[in-house]
Structures are given as structure tokens and as C-alpha cells.
């Protein structure tokens, strides 16, 4: 399997129960995780009271946290 083969990701989305996925390559999810409030999430699991949509791609969107959500996901980056 090469970089650019599409893989299957868990959506990142705020249900804990949720077990949809995303397709997309794995240097496509890293690119999107460099940001730490850039999460993938399938469309309509978008929550807007927490997270803005910036972007539509293929089978997902990808939100970005905002307010005390985004400062959570900063804070739970590994270092």
C-alpha cells in the first residue's frame, strides 16, 4: 500500500459512539491533523455550536474547533 492509496479513517466527530468513516490518503489525513483544531468528519456530524466547516472534501468535511473546543484539541496534541 503507497502513500497515495485512499484509506479508511474513523470520523472525528464530537458522538464517541460514532464508527463511520472517511476515505482519504494517508498523507491527505496528516496533512489535514498538522493543524491541531482540523478534524474529518462525515457530513452531517458537523457540530456548529463547536467547530466551523472549512472545507468539503470527497466523502467528508473537514471542521475546524473553535472557542474552548479548539483550545481542548491544542491541549491534547502530543508533544
Do not use: W
Not at 458522538?15 to 493543524?35: G, H, I
Not at 472534501?57 to 479548539?70: Q, R, S, Y
Request: charged share 25%; net charge negative.
Amino acid at each position: 500500500m503507497g502513500p497515495g492509496t485512499p484509506i479508511a479513517f474513523y470520523c472525528e466527530c464530537a458522538n464517541a459512539d460514532c464508527t463511520e468513516r472517511v476515505t482519504m490518503t494517508e498523507l491527505a489525513y496528516e496533512a489535514l491533523r498538522s493543524n491541531p483544531t482540523h478534524f474529518a468528519v462525515i457530513e452531517g456530524h458537523e457540530q456548529l455550536e463547536l467547530e466551523r466547516v472549512v472545507e468539503r472534501a470527497g466523502d467528508h468535511l473537514v471542521v475546524e474547533k473553535t472557542g474552548e473546543a479548539a483550545r481542548s484539541a491544542i491541549a491534547e496534541q502530543p508533544s
